[in-house]
C-alpha cells in the first residue's frame, strides 16, 4: 500500500491529509477515488476512517482522508466546527483530488460517518463533481437530531438553554462559550471507547448552532442523477435512525437505504461484513473499476 501525507487548502486554512493508492496499480493508471469523513470531533486516525480506507483500498480504491478544520493536525480554532465550513473543507477536498494524475476525475466519491455522514450529503447535493455519496449514521435535520438525542422535556430545555446562553455570551464578550461534548452529542458509556485520542472534548456553542441549523434534507434530492446510499443501525444509540429515513423519503432515485440490526452508530468501526458487502456490491456498480472514460 503506497500513502503519502498531503495537506490542502480551505478558505486559508492548511488540512491535513493522507492519500492512499492500492496496491498493484500501474504506472500512468486512473483509478475511482473515494474522500472518508470522520465524525464530529474527531480526525483523520478514527477507527470509522481507518477502517474504511483499508477496506476501500483493499477493493481497489484510492482513499483520501484529512482533518476538518480545528481538527487533528489541521489548523482552525479548536472546536468550532461550522457545518458549512465542513462542507466547503470537503468540496476542496474534491478540488485536490481532481488535480492528482492518478485519480479518475469523473469517478471520486464521499463517505462519511454521523457528522461526516451528513456534510457529505450536503456536499454531494451541491456539487455535481461528487460522483456518489455513502452516508452511515448520518442526519439531515439538525434540530429533529438533537430532539432525538435530547429526548426528555427536561435535557431539551437544558439544550436549548445552552444555545441561548451561547448566543448571549457571544453578544456580551464578542468571544463563544465553551460547552463539554456530551452536552452537544451525549454517548452511551458503552461507545465512549470509540472516541478516538485527540478527539475534541468541548466545542464552541456555535458548534452546536451550526449544527443545529443544519438541514442536508432540504438538498439531497439534489443528488439525483448521481447514486447515495444510506447506511442506518436500526437500534443506533446516538443518531436516530429517523434521520436516513427522512432523507431517504425527500431523496430522488437512484438512492438506497439499509438498515442493520447488529450493529451500532460506529458500523463502519466494527468491521461488520455484511455492512461492506453491501458497500462493495454498491461501489461496483456505480463507481466500478476500470469504467475509464
Given at each position: 500500500?503506497?500513502?503519502?501525507?498531503?495537506?490542502?487548502?480551505?478558505?486559508?486554512?492548511?488540512?491535513a491529509?493522507?492519500?492512499?493508492?492500492?496496491?498493484?496499480?500501474?504506472?500512468?493508471?486512473?483509478r475511482?477515488?473515494?474522500?472518508?469523513?470522520?465524525?464530529?470531533?474527531?480526525?483523520?486516525?478514527?477507527?470509522?476512517?481507518?477502517?474504511?480506507c483499508?477496506?476501500?483500498?483493499?477493493?481497489?480504491?484510492?482513499?483520501?482522508?484529512?482533518?476538518?478544520?480545528?481538527?487533528?493536525?489541521?489548523?482552525?480554532?479548536?472546536?468550532?466546527?461550522?457545518?458549512?465550513?465542513?462542507?466547503?473543507?470537503?468540496?476542496?477536498?474534491?478540488?485536490f483530488?481532481?488535480?492528482?494524475?492518478?485519480?479518475?476525475?469523473?469517478?471520486?466519491?464521499?463517505?462519511?460517518?454521523?457528522f461526516?455522514a451528513?456534510?457529505?450529503?450536503?456536499?454531494?447535493?451541491?456539487?455535481?463533481?461528487?460522483?456518489?455519496?455513502?452516508?452511515?449514521?448520518?442526519?439531515?435535520?439538525g434540530?429533529?437530531?438533537?430532539?432525538?438525542?435530547?429526548?426528555?422535556?427536561?435535557?431539551?430545555?437544558?439544550?436549548?438553554?445552552?444555545?441561548?446562553?451561547?448566543?448571549?455570551?457571544?453578544e456580551?464578550?464578542?468571544?463563544?462559550?465553551?460547552?463539554?461534548?456530551?452536552?452537544?452529542?451525549?454517548?452511551?458509556?458503552?461507545?465512549k471507547?470509540?472516541?478516538?485520542?485527540?478527539?475534541?472534548?468541548?466545542?464552541?456553542?456555535?458548534?452546536?448552532?451550526?449544527?443545529?441549523?443544519?438541514?442536508?434534507?432540504?438538498?439531497?434530492?439534489?443528488?439525483?442523477?448521481?447514486?447515495?446510499?444510506?447506511l442506518?443501525s436500526?437500534?443506533?444509540?446516538?443518531?436516530?435512525?429517523?434521520?436516513?429515513?427522512?432523507?431517504?423519503?425527500?431523496?430522488?432515485?437512484?438512492?438506497?437505504?439499509?438498515?442493520?440490526?447488529?450493529?451500532?452508530?460506529?458500523?463502519?468501526?466494527?468491521?461488520?461484513?455484511?455492512?461492506?458487502?453491501?458497500?462493495?456490491d454498491?461501489?461496483?456498480?456505480?463507481?466500478?473499476l476500470?469504467a475509464q472514460k
Amino acid at each position: 500500500m503506497n500513502e503519502k501525507t498531503i495537506s490542502l487548502t480551505s478558505q486559508g486554512l492548511r488540512l491535513a491529509g493522507v492519500l492512499r493508492w492500492p496496491a498493484g496499480m500501474k504506472a500512468k493508471e486512473r483509478r475511482p477515488a473515494l474522500i472518508v469523513l470522520h465524525g464530529f470531533g474527531s480526525n483523520k486516525s478514527a477507527e470509522n476512517v481507518l477502517g474504511p480506507c483499508a477496506e476501500l483500498e483493499g477493493m481497489g480504491y484510492i482513499t483520501l482522508r484529512f482533518d476538518m478544520p480545528g481538527c487533528g493536525d489541521s489548523e482552525g480554532p479548536r472546536g468550532n466546527l461550522i457545518c458549512m465550513e465542513q462542507v466547503q473543507a470537503t468540496l476542496d477536498a474534491v478540488s485536490f483530488m481532481t488535480g492528482e494524475a492518478s485519480v479518475q476525475s469523473d469517478a471520486i466519491g464521499l463517505i462519511g460517518s454521523s457528522f461526516g455522514a451528513a456534510v457529505a450529503v450536503y456536499a454531494g447535493a451541491v456539487d455535481q463533481r461528487v460522483a456518489g455519496v455513502i452516508s452511515s449514521g448520518g442526519w439531515g435535520h439538525g434540530e429533529n437530531k438533537f430532539r432525538g438525542q435530547h429526548p426528555t422535556p427536561q435535557a431539551w430545555a437544558d439544550f436549548t438553554e445552552m444555545l441561548a446562553k451561547g448566543r448571549t455570551h457571544r453578544e456580551k464578550t464578542g468571544t463563544s462559550l465553551m460547552v463539554p461534548r456530551m452536552q452537544i452529542v451525549p454517548l452511551p458509556p458503552g461507545l465512549k471507547r470509540q472516541l478516538v485520542p485527540g478527539a475534541i472534548q468541548e466545542f464552541t456553542a456555535e458548534t452546536a448552532q451550526s449544527m443545529f441549523d443544519f438541514r442536508a434534507e432540504d438538498v439531497v434530492h439534489q443528488m439525483s442523477p448521481r447514486p447515495l446510499m444510506l447506511l442506518h443501525s436500526s437500534v443506533d444509540s446516538v443518531t436516530p435512525t429517523a434521520q436516513s429515513l427522512a432523507l431517504f423519503a425527500k431523496a430522488k432515485m437512484p438512492t438506497d437505504l439499509h438498515l442493520f440490526g447488529d450493529t451500532d452508530h460506529f458500523m463502519f468501526a466494527e468491521g461488520n461484513q455484511r455492512v461492506w458487502n453491501v458497500v462493495r456490491d454498491w461501489l461496483y456498480k456505480y463507481l466500478p473499476l476500470g469504467a475509464q472514460k
